[in-house]
């Protein structure tokens, strides 16, 4: 592909990127209002299609870490210091294990949310995490011993690649949590049950540029079974988690293969990522957790993350 095709390519897909946010910035109230499927005066959604997004949508960050730490621990056989071989190995491993057991338990954890069972999950809370870490040091087991099938002339640039994965997911993580808190956007979910019940005076409908500052819900939203999370709509942690799944679409740069193989390989996962981040988003508005722009922007600011994170990886490891 020639530069120019790719400029092209690259300027149109910003466009379209701007265009969408510009109009989402207009009408995300009525897209929300569209969009979003939930029971009057609910603040869980009855949609099967959506709980199940909610349950796995933080998935491919945590195995995009979970496959950088096998890969990393891979790695660290190769190295002649014993002692630190040791340390290295042990670490990956205890990392690994760390994030699926994380990831495993916060989807526990939204079954038993949306099932109104919270109170259940905190009180087995301990027990569900022990189980869950057993379950997740045989997968991690599982992972690592499937990156030995990985070719040897790969493990350098996948290496890096693993690098670049932990780099991207604290970019972008961080930042959006940070902003969460900051901005403090009421979610429709919440403007819903206010609404049903006669407390207009509680709804505080913002747009997503306005800084609201850090906001708590009355004892009277949670009574209504609002959650203590009522005001994190912007920007969508979850589409951050999901997207942050364009990590795998850069793959193939990382590879040792031909040119012509990487250009497709990359193409195809690129379009597949995009595809699913944005079915990801548009469960998050169905379920009235997010506004379209909560999403639209989480979203593009993950992808600049990884974008990013690579690039920098590739130069300081001067890869091509």
Sequence with gaps: MSKRAKLIIIISCLALYVACVTLATFFDYQISQAIAKLPDGE???????????????????????????????????????NVVKSILMTLCAVVGIVILTVMITRAVEYVFEQNHKLDAFEEYKSLITLIVAVVSAGCFALITLGTF?????????????????????????????GVKVLVGRQRYRAINVLEYNGLNEFVKYTEWFVINGKQTPSEEMLALGIATDAYKSFPSGHTCAWAVIYCFALVPDFLEIDEKTRIKAKTWLLVGATLSTLVLGYTRILVGAHFATDVLLSAGWTYFSVVISAFICKKIFKMK
């Design 43 to 81: 603040y869980i959604s009855n949609s099967l299609f959506g709980k199940i997004f909610e349950v796995i949508g933080e998935s491919p960050m945590y195995l995009a870490g979970a496959f950088a730490s096998a890969i990393l621990l891979r790695r660290s056989f190769k190295i002649q210091e």
């Design 149 to 177: 099938k990985i070719p040897e002339k790969h493990i350098a640039g996948l290496t890096v690649f693993a690098v670049a994965v932990f780099m991207a997911a604290v970019m972008a993580q961080v930042p959006v949590q």
